[in-house]
C-alpha cells in the first residue's frame, strides 16, 4: 500500500495545483495591539481586511471525495521522518491541501547538501499536492541560529545578507519552480518583511510573555551550548523566539499550517506551535523534522576535502557535484537513493537486488544516484554538462570535445597558459614536456609507444604528430592526457 503510494506520488506533479484559483501572496503591513478584555490578543491587524482561513484548505471539488497521496507515509517509507508534533499531519496530509514551509537562513551565498534534504521533503509535499514556501531569514539571519553550532555565527554586513539572500532565492525558484515565477505550487517570502516594522517592547508584550524560560532552557541547542566553555549569548537564546514567531506570522497571515525542518530544529518548531496555541488559541499548526544526512559512520554527510557542497554552479561545477555523488560508497548508496531522490522504491529495491548479484558493473547504482540528485538540482541542461565533462575526463571517449566542456573540467586538474606560436606546429614529446604534463621527452616517448599518451581524448600513435590548427579546441584549449588519471589543459594566449 505505502509502496503504490509512494510510486504514484513519484509520479504526480501537482496536478491539485493547476486546476486551483491563482491568488498572489500579498504581505500586509501590521501593528502590535494591547490585549483586550476578551482574553489574549491576535497579535496582527491588517491594514487592508481580508479574510484568510487558517485551516487547511480541501481538495477541489470534483464531485465525490479527493484522497491526496499520503506524504507523511511516503517520507516515513523512504527514511525522511524523524519526528511530527501530532498524530493529525498524517490524515490532514491526505484529506486537504495543506501549506508548508522550511526556513533557510543567508548565511552563504549558496545552500548547501545540508539543506538539500528540506527542499527534498518540500518537493515531496508538492508532488502530492499541497503547497510549499521556501523562508528566507533576512532577519534571522542577522542573529544566527545556535542549532548545532558551537560558536556564534560571525555578523554579517546589510550588503551581504542581500547578496546571499539573491543567491538563495534563485536556487530555490530553479529547484521547486523550475524558473516558473507563475506555478503557484510554492512561493518565497522573506521574514525581514515583517520582522523590520516590529518594536521590541511591544514584541516582549504581547510575544515574549507567552515564552517560559524553563521551557526554552531546556531546548538541546540550548543546553549544548551553556554547557560549553563559549556559553551562549542572549541575542542567540533568543532565536527560537524568533522563528517561532515566524510560524505564528505565517499562520495566520499566509495559511500556513506546516513547519518543517531537521532533527536539529526541533526546538525551534515546537516553539512555534506553543506560540500559536497560546496566542492564537488555534489548533491545527504542525511541526516535523526529517534526520540529518549521515554517512553509515555516523559522520556528516556533505562535506568534500574542499569544504561544502554547494547547490550553486557558480560555487561547484554540475561536475564535480555529480562527482561526489558518483563517489558515494556501496554502503551508504541505496539509502542515499532512498532519501535523495524520486525514484519508486520498486527501482530502488530493483538497484539493490542487482548490486548483490554476480554480474553486477560497479558503480550503476552511483551512477543512477548521481544522475538523479544533479537533474533535481542543476536541471536536465546541468545534468548534460556534468555527463560531458565526465566523459572528457575519459581517454578515448568519442564525444566531440568543446572549449565550454574543457574548461568544466579545468579546475579539477592542472592547467597551464601558451602563446599561439609556441603551440602550432610544436612536437606531441615536446608539448608534454613543456606543459608539465610528463618530466622528460624520454618519458613521454615511452608512454607513446605503450599507447599511454592522448590529444583530447585521442590516442597518439606516431612521435612525429605536430600540433595543428584543427587540434586547438574551438580555437582556445588542449587537453593532453598520460594515461587514464593524469591531464593538463593547455590554454591558447
Known amino acids: 500500500m505505502a509502496t503504490a503510494t509512494a510510486s504514484a506520488a513519484s509520479r504526480t506533479f501537482l496536478h491539485h495545483q493547476r486546476h486551483r484559483h491563482h491568488r498572489r501572496l500579498i504581505l500586509f503591513p501590521f501593528y502590535l495591539c494591547p490585549p483586550t478584555s476578551k482574553g489574549p490578543s491576535f497579535l496582527f491587524h491588517r491594514i487592508h481586511a481580508t479574510s484568510r482561513a487558517l485551516s487547511p484548505t480541501p481538495p477541489p471539488s470534483t464531485g465525490q471525495q479527493t484522497r491526496l497521496p499520503n506524504v507523511i507515509e511516503i517520507l516515513e517509507q523512504r527514511g525522511l521522518l524523524e519526528s511530527t508534533t501530532g498524530d493529525g499531519l498524517r490524515g490532514a496530509s491526505s484529506s486537504s491541501t495543506l501549506r508548508v514551509y522550511c526556513g533557510f537562513d543567508p548565511t552563504a551565498e549558496s545552500l548547501h547538501l545540508g539543506n538539500l534534504l528540506g527542499i527534498i521533503v518540500l518537493s515531496w509535499f508538492q508532488r502530492c499536492g499541497h503547497r510549499v514556501v521556501a523562508l528566507i531569514g533576512g532577519a534571522t539571519g542577522r542573529v544566527g541560529d545556535p542549532s548545532g553550532k558551537s560558536l556564534e555565527r560571525p555578523e554579517l554586513n546589510v550588503e551581504t545578507l542581500e547578496r546571499n539572500t539573491a543567491g538563495i532565492t534563485e536556487i530555490v525558484r530553479g529547484i521547486l519552480g523550475r524558473g516558473d515565477d507563475q506555478d503557484s505550487s510554492f512561493a518565497i517570502l522573506n521574514n525581514y518583511d515583517w520582522w523590520k516594522d516590529v518594536k521590541l517592547l511591544e514584541f516582549l508584550k ?267 579546441v574551438d580555437g582556445k584549449v588542449l587537453l593532453l592526457s598520460a594515461g587514464k588519471k593524469n591531464k593538463v589543459v593547455v590554454r591558447i594566449s
Open 206 to 472: 504581547n510575544v515574549g510573555r507567552y515564552a517560559r524560560v524553563g521551557t526554552m532552557m531546556a531546548k538541546e541547542s540550548v543546553k549544548k551550548r551553556l554547557e560549553s566553555e563559549t556559553g551562549m549569548s542572549y541575542t542567540e537564546f533568543t532565536y527560537q523566539l524568533l522563528q517561532g514567531y515566524d510560524f505564528l506570522y505565517l499562520f495566520q497571515n499566509e495559511g500556513v499550517s506546516v513547519q518543517i525542518g531537521g532533527s536539529d530544529q526541533w526546538g525551534n518548531i515546537t516553539a512555534g506551535t506553543e506560540l500559536i496555541r497560546k496566542i492564537l488559541q488555534a489548533e491545527g499548526a504542525y511541526g516535523l523534522t526529517f534526520p540529518l544526512l549521515l554517512k553509515s559512520d555516523g559522520t556528516k554527510f556533505g562535506k568534500s576535502e574542499d569544504g561544502a557542497i554547494w547547490l550553486s554552479p557558480s560555487m561547484l561545477s554540475p561536475y564535480k557535484f555529480y562527482q561526489y555523488f558518483f563517489s558515494v560508497p556501496d554502503s551508504d548508496v541505496v539509502r542515499f537513493l532512498k532519501v535523495l531522490t524520486f525514484l519508486d522504491m520498486e527501482e530502488i529495491v530493483r538497484l539493490e537486488r542487482e548490486m548483490k548479484s554476480p554480474g553486477y558493473v560497479p558503480n550503476m547504482a552511483q551512477r543512477r544516484l548521481a544522475e538523479e540528485v544533479t537533474r533535481f538540482v542543476h536541471g536536465e541542461s546541468g545534468l548534460q554538462e556534468a555527463l560531458k565533462a565526465t566523459e572528457a575526463l575519459r581517454p578515448g571517449a568519442e564525444t566531440k570535445l568543446d572549449w565550454k566542456t574543457i574548461e568544466g573540467i579545468a579546475e579539477d586538474v592542472p592547467s597551464c597558459s601558451l602563446a599561439y606560436g609556441d603551440v602550432l606546429n610544436i612536437s606531441i614529446v615536446d608539448i608534454s614536456v613543456s606543459s608539465g604534463l610528463l618530466e622528460s621527452k624520454s618519458a613521454a616517448r615511452r608512454l607513446l609507444k605503450q599507447g599511454g599518451l592522448y590529444l583530447n581524448n585521442c590516442r597518439v600513435d606516431s612521435e612525429s604528430k605536430r600540433i595543428e590548427d584543427e587540434d586547438i
